[in-house]
C-alpha cells in the first residue's frame, strides 16, 4: 500500500508525541509498534551518511522498515556537507513518499560520533553546521530538521543562536534536547531552553528531554511553546505512553496480558523485518516487564533467548505467571 505523503502544517496542528531517535533500540518492529500505538511520527536510529555511500550492510539495515510505518523520518549523522547532502538525495530516492523528512543529527555526543566531528560537536562548529544545512535542504524536496543540544559545554547554553542559524538555512523544524552535550543523558534536562529557542524562532520546535508521562507531553505544549514532542527512554518498555497521550491520559497501566502479547508481537514482527536483530530484543522484553513481579526471573530466562521459537516459548511461559 502506497504510504501518504508527509503534511507538515497538518501534522504539527494535532499536537503530535512522536518516538524519539534511538540507536540499539529503534528496530523497525518497536517502531511499527509505536506508530500503532499513536507515535505521529518514528524516526530511524541514527545512520551515517559515510556507512551509506559505501554501502555497509549494517548501516542498510537501519533502513528497513515495515508495512505500516510509512511516513516515517530517517536521522543522518556526518560531518560533510557534500556527503551529507548526496545521501539525503539518494534517501529521497529510494524511500519516496515513504520518507517525511529527514533529521540531521547535532546532537549526539558520544565519543565515536562527536569525537570525529560529528554529532554534537557541530554545536562547536556553527559555521560548518551551516554549510551542512544548507547543502541538505538545497538536495532534496523533503523537509529538513536538525536535532541540536542545549549547548555542548555544561553551562553554556547556545541552543538559541544555533537555531537561529538553522532557521536562516532552511532548517523546517529544530528538536532540541535540554542537556549540554557534556552531560551526555545525566542529570536533568532543561525544559525552558525548549521554551526559549520557541521564542526566538518562527520554525516549529519539537521538545525532548525526560518526557516519561502524559503530564510531562502536556508541560512541553502548554508551558514551553512546544510544536511536537518527542519521547525517548520513557517510550522503552511502553509504547503505552503515546496511546495515553492521544486518548487524553484516561487509561491506566496495561495489564500483565497487554505486555505479554505486545512483547511477543515485538518478536514476531521482528523476525518478519530482520531476525538478525532478535537478540538486541532481550533489552526490549525486559523493559516490558520492568517493575512488573518476575520482572528479575524473565531477565534471567530472556538471556537465553536467541531465535523467534526461544522468545514464543518464553512468551508461553511468561502468559502462565500473572
Ligand atoms: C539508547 C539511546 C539512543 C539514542 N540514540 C539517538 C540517536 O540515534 N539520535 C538522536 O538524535 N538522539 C538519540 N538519543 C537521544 C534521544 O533521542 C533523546 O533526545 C534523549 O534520550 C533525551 O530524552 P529522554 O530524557 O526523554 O530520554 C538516544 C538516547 C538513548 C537513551
Not at 553546521?129 to 547556545?158: D, H, M, N, Q, W
Not at 529544530?174 to 526566538?200: D, I, K, N, P
Not at 518526557?211 to 527512554?233: I, K, L
Amino acid at each position: 500500500m502506497q504510504p501518504a505523503s508527509f503534511d507538515m502544517p497538518a501534522f504539527f496542528a494535532a499536537r503530535p508525541l512522536l518516538l524519539a531517535p534511538m540507536a540499539g533500540v529503534n528496530d523497525p518492529a518497536f517502531r511499527l509498534i509505536c506508530k500503532r500505538m499513536g507515535a505521529a511520527l518514528t524516526f530511524s536510529e541514527m545512520i551515517s551518511a559515510a556507512g551509506m555511500r559505501h554501502k555497509n550492510p549494517k548501516t542498510e539495515e537501519l533502513l528497513l522498515h515495515l508495512d505500516g510505518e510509512a511516513p516515517f523520518a530517517v536521522q543522518l549523522f556526518g560531518s560533510d556537507p557534500c556527503l551529507l547532502a548526496e545521501q539525503a538525495a539518494r534517501l529521497e530516492d529510494r524511500l519516496g513518499d515513504a520518507l517525511a523528512l529527514i533529521d540531521i543529527n547535532m546532537a549526539c555526543p558520544v565519543r565515536k560520533v562527536a569525537g570525529k566531528g560529528e554529532g554534537a560537536a557541530l554545536m562547536r562548529d556553527p559555521a560548518r553546521a551551516a554549510r551542512i544545512l544548507g547543502a541538505v535542504v538545497t538536495a532534496t524536496a523533503r523537509p529538513v530538521t536538525v536535532k541540536i543540544r542545549r549547548g555542548f559545554y555544561c553551562g553554556e547554553e547556545t541552543c538559541v543562536e544555533f537555531a537561529r542559524m538553522a532557521e536562516a538555512q532552511g532548517a523546517a523544524a529544530v528538536t532540541v534536547h535540554g542537556r549540554f552535550a557534556q552531560q551526555l543523558y545525566q542529570g536533568h534536562s532543561e525544559r525552558a531552553a525548549v521554551g526559549r529557542v520557541a521564542a526566538a524562532v518562527s520554525v516549529p520546535v519539537i521538545a525532548s528531554g525526560d518526557v516519561h508521562s502524559v503530564a510531562d507531553v502536556a508541560d512541553y505544549f502548554e508551558n514551553q511553546g512546544a510544536a511536537a514532542v518527542m519521547a525517548a527512554r520513557g517510550a522503552q518498555g511502553n509504547p503505552w505512553l503515546f496511546s495515553h497521550w492521544a486518548g487524553g491520559a484516561s487509561a491506566g497501566q496495561p495489564t500483565h496480558a497487554e505486555r505479554t502479547a505486545v512483547a511477543w508481537e515485538h518478536a514476531r514482527l521482528l523476525a518478519q523485518a530482520d531476525p538478525h536483530r532478535l537478540v538486541g530484543l532481550r533489552r526490549h522484553v525486559a523493559w516490558y516487564f520492568r517493575g512488573m513481579p518476575h520482572a528479575a526471573a524473565l531477565r534471567r530466562r530472556v538471556q537465553e533467548c536467541v531465535s523467534i521459537d526461544d522468545y514464543r516459548d518464553l512468551m508461553d511461559a511468561v502468559a502462565s505467571w500473572n
